[in-house]
Nanobody, 121 residues
Framework: QVQLVESGGGLVQAGGSLRLSCVVS????????MAWYRQAPGKQRELVAV???????NYADSVRGRFTICRDNAKNMVFLQMNSLKSEDAAVYYC???????????????WGQGTQVTVSS
């Protein structure tokens, strides 16, 4: 089975940095796009950053200039470098992958279970 596993979350002081990682395991044909979402208590899940197969990136206005999404195609991994963290960045961060299934040959979407980011002030 194809699975996504996030790591790198934790407790950080405001103004600090964290790097989140997500690895896609299992047999796939190729990854079309990967993204990071986040959800804070009482809030809707929101898109933080996305990177496409062509390398194009998009960021939420709230994180642009502070967060950077990067990928390692050879390792089927995506990273989110978070700098200058604010209290409003605290949330569970989820990795999302859109990939071409090796079994069906069709696009498939998968979510990770999330990693907690806590920002103290």
């Amino acid at each position: 089975q194809v699975q996504l596993v996030e790591s790198g979350g934790g407790l950080v002081q405001a103004g600090g940095s964290l790097r989140l990682s997500c690895v896609v395991s299992g047999k796939i044909c190729r990854i079309n796009a990967m993204a990071w979402y986040r959800q804070a208590p009482g809030k809707q899940r929101e898109l933080v950053a996305v990177i496409t197969s062509s390398g194009n990136t998009n960021y939420a206005d709230s994180v642009r200039g502070r967060f950077t999404i990067c990928r390692d195609n050879a390792k089927n991994m995506v990273f989110l470098q978070m700098n200058s963290l604010k209290s409003e960045d605290a949330a569970v961060y989820y990795c999302n992958a859109n990939y071409l299934s090796i079994w069906t040959g069709t696009p498939t979407e998968r979510w990770g279970q999330g990693t907690q980011v806590t920002v103290s002030s």
